[in-house]
């Protein structure tokens, strides 16, 4: 049986929307493409229509893996959070130790990730060397260029 997929309420809600896009409107243009192709005659030498056709399967496929997914959700909820170590939906204002920079970011499931908005996956080499960490300790995160140290200087929901 496939592992539960952990996302907050705005990440399923995107993914739903998603969904439905593919299910309604990227099926409608499909099913007129192919409706097209096939009007053009002969489909066993029509390019369109195998075009179509392998589109169709691969939006299938898509639409099978999200409605997957979305089945397997488990929401979560940041009034359960508990701040008082590093967890998914906390976010960690830590310092490098050897540069003396601050930095902060939220932790959040593998599928919200987005660095330019400072959300890191707990999956992340940073995420998983600050998971369970509590304010004043330091979190050593193994990096492809070495060992970066961490100290946490702050935890909140």
Known sequence: MAEHTYMTQEGYNKLKAE????????RQEIASAI???REKGDLSENAEYKAAKDEQGMLEMKISIL???LAMVRLLDPSQVDASKVSLLTTVR?????NDKELTYTIVPESESDIANKKISSNSPVGEGLLGKK????????????VIEFE???ITV
Do not use: F, H, Y
């Open 19 to 26: 969904l439905e896009l593919l299910k309604g409107e990227k």
């Open 35 to 37: 409706a097209e192709a």
């Open 67 to 69: 409605d997957t997914k």
């Open 94 to 98: 830590m310092r490098n130790i050897k």
């Open 135 to 146: 304010v004043g300790e330091t979190a050593e995160v193994k990096t492809p260029r070495g």
């Open 152 to 154: 946490i200087l702050e």
